[in-house]
Structures are given as C-alpha cells and as structure tokens.
C-alpha cells in the first residue's frame, strides 16, 4: 500500500501498528501548523492568541494572514480526511463498516451535548440548581466515555479478522 493510499484511500485494511503509526503522522503534522503560525506571526502573535488577547479576525489582516489561514484550513481538511480514510480502513480490518465511526466518533459527542443540553435547560432561571443539573449530565458524560472507551479497545488493541473478510485480504497475512 503506497503512502498516499494509506492516507487518503478508503479501501482495503490495515493493522493496529499502522493506525498507531497515524498518530505520529499526526504529531507530525501539528508541528507542521505550529511552524506555520510561528512562521507567520511570530511567537508574541501566536502566544497572545493563545492567552486571549487577541482574536483570529485581528490576525488575519493582510495577504500573508489570509495566506496563512488558507493554508492552515487545507491541512486542517487534508488531515481530518486522512483521519477518517485510516480509522476506516482499520474497521475494515475488525470486519466492520465505515458505519461505525458514527458510533465510536460522532455517539460520543452526541452524548456529551444532549448531557449539557439538558443540565443547562434545568439551569434556566435557576442558579441554585447548578449541582443537581451538573449531577444530570453526568450519567451522558460517562456513557461518551464508555463508548469512547469501546472504541479505543476495538481500533487499537484487537487484532483484525485473521484472513481475508468482506474488506479485502489479511495485512499479516504474509507475517508471522
């Protein structure tokens, strides 16, 4: 499998080492942005964003800005579609479809907002409610953390389908 292919193709498996392999590339790539926005604003821009002095429409004012944002907007995407494209292929190896990022992705966050949701509706004209309605998300909260949880175990540490499934063919197959 070419290295374009592991990253932007949603065909075929792959094994856990190379999902965790992603996550380097991944590193590697948010350096890539951090080196951008030094690059482009130096620390003191970069630092007085970070500590809410400043704001992104103040940043972004002039060609090298817009620039800037362009760029980092595209690795942004390019590595939010590699992400998506691996995490894929990885369920494709456990015999699963791409379907289930709407569980171990979405579900998650999901549960999260309707846990907030509903704590910040018993809140409304209430102040003195804050503990029970925060006791309220709680239950959601630790729902997204199971699910979460399920998801890292299933990714990251299973083995995949030994042999060829639906999918494709074994990427241990010629391995010991």
Not at 55 to 61: F, G, K, Q
Not at 70 to 86: E, P, Q
Request: a neutral charge; one cysteine or more.
């Amino acid at each position: 499998m070419s290295f374009s292919s592991y990253l932007f193709s949603f065909d075929g498996r792959i094994n856990r080492a190379k999902l965790w392999l992603f996550i380097l590339i991944g590193l590697a790539w948010q350096f890539l942005i951090l080196a951008i926005l030094y690059a482009v604003f130096g620390v003191a821009g970069v630092s007085d964003f970070a500590q809410g002095r400043t704001t992104i429409p103040s940043m972004l004012v002039g060609v090298t800005g817009l620039i800037a944002a362009v760029a980092i907007t595209i690795l942004i995407l390019a590595y939010l579609y590699a992400a998506i494209a691996v995490t894929v292929k990885r369920l494709h190896d456990r015999d699963k479809s791409a379907a289930w990022l709407l569980v171990f992705w979405v579900l998650p966050l999901v549960l999260e907002i309707v846990g907030a949701a509903v704590a910040g509706v018993m809140m409304i004209g209430e102040p003195d409610r804050n503990t029970g309605a925060s006791l309220i998300a709680v239950p959601f909260a630790v729902a997204a953390l199971a699910v979460v949880l399920w998801g890292f175990v299933e990714l990251y540490c299973l083995r995949g389908t030994v042999g060829d499934n639906s999918f494709g063919t074994d990427p241990l197959a010629n391995k010991s």
